[in-house]
């Protein structure tokens, strides 16, 4: 596999490379050079998902590794399901958070765990990673224990909520949590001035597993395709899927997944008030504000560093980007939207509303509608059951870690106290 820095188009790296670097010079983002195509998808969608997904991603990896490795790795990844539940007619629900974190983190997580053992020089390896939430659990739980990987994660503090804290932040081992006093924005750039220093890179042998990770996106191509497998020929001919974005990863894969075959009619871009990209779709202009905080909170970005990919993408495939639905919808909007769903029958957290929501507003008669459920409702406890006047169960991972003691350190918004922890924890 070639892939290419998207700001500098002649860093040309194999998927080892982009793997192990994450990031490109002059933080560019890598791409792949060339997609191979899917012409039988209904062949590819019969098949089940672990033996459908080995196929995807070696398609896309090459020669650099053998199809045999490709399928354990998957195997050892994808040990959970991804199943649709219909909501209403002709809309459906993706869930993506049967992992062990609960959230759809944990396809990408893993699958770069097994990545990056895969490609690995025997060197030393310190994973330093932001997460506004649920990255950071799925990350410190695909790495936790695993030798001479050392995790970094740095998250917002008092901005992500106390179970999601409680699920990651209480491992130790291998994983450290660090507290950063500012928002997530903050958390990313710091993680971005850590890649820009080239001696300290060097030193600690660092790595991010932030979703510009390409190995990453590769994994969370595979439930689109496991997602289309579920519905009939027909269904799927005329598919809108709404995905709730904040980084705008999963977007990104879902049109790689597009891009490969998968025919799906087109996207709906679903953002809480961090509306940058719906504001750039309407006007053309880019004007990040500052990152406000919501009860979708894993979306509260509003420089969405995957963005550029999706640009470069719909480049290649001249697809305009006035073809991607958008909308932003704000807290009480998604209050309303856990409720509807809920008369429904069907139990959510806000980030799967956000994106119920648009899709509902934007979905013709003739269409059917997928959203992206990113997350296990009982991660966002303490929001569903104030909306629903609910107390809805913890499930067995969640109860566990709720009652463990936190392992964080506070740390100031300051590369050089950054730069101290990651000495300190070699
Ligand atoms: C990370 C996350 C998102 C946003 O996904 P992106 O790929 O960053 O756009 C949405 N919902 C939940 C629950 C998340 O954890």
Sequence with gaps: MKLYNIKENDEQVSFGQAVRQGLGRNQGLFF??????????????????????????SALIGDELPQDQVNSMVDAAFQFPAPIKA???????????????????????????????????????????????????????????????????????????????????TLGKNIHTVAIDGDFDACQALVKQAFDD???????????????????????????FEAASQLTKEQRENLVISVP???????????????????????????????????????????????????????DVSQPNNWPRIEELCGVKEWGLETLGKGAVTDEQS???????????????????????????????????????????AKF????????????????PLAKHAAMELLSEDLANDFDALKEVLRRVQ
């Design 32 to 57: 792949p050079s060339e997609l191979p195509k899917f012409d039988d998808i209904d062949a590819l969608l019969a098949e089940d998902f672990v033996s459908r997904s080995g196929k995807i991603l």
């Design 87 to 169: 909501v209403k007619e002709g809309v459906y629900a993706l869930e993506l958070f049967h992992g062990p974190t609960l959230a759809f983190k944990d396809f990408g997580g893993r699958f770069m765990a097994q990545s990056l053992a895969a490609v690995s020089d025997g060197g030393k390896i310190t994973i330093l990673t932001a997460t506004s939430g649920d990255t950071g659990a799925a990350v410190a739980h695909a790495f936790y224990g695993m030798e001479d990987i050392n995790v970094v994660i740095l998250y917002p503090k008092g901005k992500i909520s106390p179970l999601q804290e409680k699920l990651f932040c």
């Design 198 to 224: 080239q001696a300290l890179r060097e030193e600690i042998g660092l790595n991010s597993a932030n979703s510009i990770n390409i190995s990453r996106l590769m994994a969370q191509i595979c439930y689109y």
């Design 245 to 299: 974005s904040g980084n705008f990863g999963n977007l990104t894969a879902g049109l790689l997944a597009k891009a490969l075959g998968l025919p799906i009619k087109r996207f709906i871009a679903a953002t809480n008030a961090n509306d940058t990209v719906p504001r750039y779709l309407e006007t053309g202009k880019w004007e990040p504000k500052p990152t406000v905080a919501t009860t979708s909170n894993a979306m």
């Design 335 to 377: 209050a309303a939207s856990v409720k509807d769903l809920n008369d429904l029958g069907y139990l959510c957290e806000p980030h799967g509303a956000i994106a119920y929501r648009v899709l509902q507003e934007q979905l013709a008669e003739d269409e059917t509608g997928l959203f992206l459920c990113t997350a296990h409702p």
């Design 381 to 396: 406890k303490e929001v569903v059951d104030d909306i629903l006047d609910a107390d809805i169960e913890l499930p067995g």
